[in-house]
C-alpha cells in the first residue's frame, strides 16, 4: 500500500443515508479473493441501468464527478454486512478518502486496514461539504498529520484518528508489513 501524510484532491457528494455494504458493493461480486478490480463493481445497481448502459442519474456518473479520490456520504456509511469488500471496491474505484457523520463500526475498522482513510465529522460540517461538492469542480486538503479537513473558502473541520492507524495510513502499512517488521525477532524466536 502507499502511504500518504496529505492530499488534495476532488470531492464529490453522495447525499445518501444508510448507504450498507450491499449497495457498495453487491452480493453476487464477492467470489472474486483479490483485493483489485472491484472498482468496476461498486455501486453497481445505482451506477448501470438493467440493459448495462451507465445510470445517467447516478450522481458518481456525472461527467463533473469523475476522477475524484474524496467521497463525501452521509450518515451511517457503511451499514450492513462485514464485507471486507466494500473498501476494496471503493479504493480501486479510486476513492482514498471517505468523510461522512457516521460510519458503520466494522466498515471503518475495514477501511483503516485496508489503506483508506474514513473521516468522520459532524453532521453540520458534512451538510456544508455535501452542499459544497455539488458544484463542481471542488476539492479538499486532507492533511492526515494535522488531522483536518479544508477547502479554498475557508472551510476548516478537524478529526480524530487513533495514533496507531495514523501511523499504518501515514506508513502505507498493514498488519502483514507491520508483523514483518519484526521478523528477524520471530526468527530468533523460532530458533529458539
Not at 478537524?158 to 508489513?177: A, Q, S
Request: hydrophobic content about 40%.
Amino acid at each position: 500500500m502507499s502511504g500518504f501524510k496529505k492530499l488534495f484532491a476532488k470531492a464529490v457528494a453522495m447525499d445518501r443515508v444508510n448507504v450498507d455494504t450491499d449497495q457498495i458493493i453487491p452480493k453476487q461480486f464477492l467470489k472474486r479473493i483479490e483485493k483489485t478490480g472491484f472498482g468496476r463493481f461498486a455501486f453497481f445497481d445505482w451506477r448501470y441501468l438493467k440493459n448495462g448502459e451507465p445510470n445517467p442519474e447516478f450522481e458518481l456518473n456525472f461527467p463533473e464527478n469523475q476522477g475524484a479520490s474524496i467521497l463525501i456520504a452521509n450518515k451511517n456509511f457503511g451499514c450492513g454486512s462485514s464485507r471486507e469488500h466494500a473498501p476494496w471496491a471503493l479504493h480501486d474505484y479510486g476513492f482514498q478518502v471517505v468523510i461522512a457523520p457516521s460510519f458503520a463500526d466494522i466498515f471503518y475498522q475495514n477501511c483503516l486496514k485496508n489503506g483508506m482513510l474514513p473521516v468522520q465529522l459532524t453532521p453540520e460540517e458534512v451538510e456544508y461539504l455535501l452542499t459544497a461538492a455539488k458544484n463542481q469542480p471542488y476539492s479538499l486538503h486532507i492533511n492526515l498529520e494535522n488531522e483536518t479537513v479544508e477547502d479554498e473558502s475557508g472551510f476548516q473541520a478537524t478529526f480524530t484518528i487513533h495514533p496507531y492507524w495514523k501511523k499504518m495510513l501515514v506508513n502505507g502499512w498493514d498488519e502483514i508489513e507491520i508483523t514483518l517488521q519484526y521478523d528477524e525477532a520471530i526468527l530468533a524466536y523460532e530458533n529458539n
